[in-house]
């Protein structure tokens, strides 16, 4: 797994702009409008994560139209899986514990 992943959705812009991109391809333009920075801002992120693997652009015409890959974020959930389970272990020894506490 690519570290460029955690440094792209470091950025809480870029994971706003992956979660836009939940709902399917979008155009830069329908993206930028989300966000109260400049269009160019908005072009330097996507850039960003299209570096890092994490969307592809495809032009039509004048117009550039980006797509979430899901290939790093599965690749970072699989990851992260393990982690996952060490945190529901702990929680629930914890909730075993207040509820100890109640009795």
Excluded: C
């Excluded at 801002?41 to 890092?52: N, T």
């Excluded at 969307?55 to 899986?81: C, D, F, K, M, N």
């Amino acid at each position: 797994m690519s570290t460029d992943v955690f440094a792209a959705l470091a950025s809480p812009v870029r994971r706003e702009l992956t979660a836009l991109l939940l709902d399917g391809p979008r155009p830069v333009n329908d993206l930028a409008a989300h966000f109260t920075m400049s269009r160019p801002s908005v072009s330097e992120h996507l850039k960003v994560l299209r570096d890092a693997g994490l969307v592809t652009e495809q032009r039509h015409g004048r117009q550039r139209i980006y797509r979430l890959e899901p290939a790093p974020l599965r690749e970072l959930s699989e990851w992260l899986t393990p982690y996952e389970r060490f945190w529901r272990e702990r929680l629930a020894a914890l909730r075993e514990l207040l509820d100890e506490d109640d009795l």
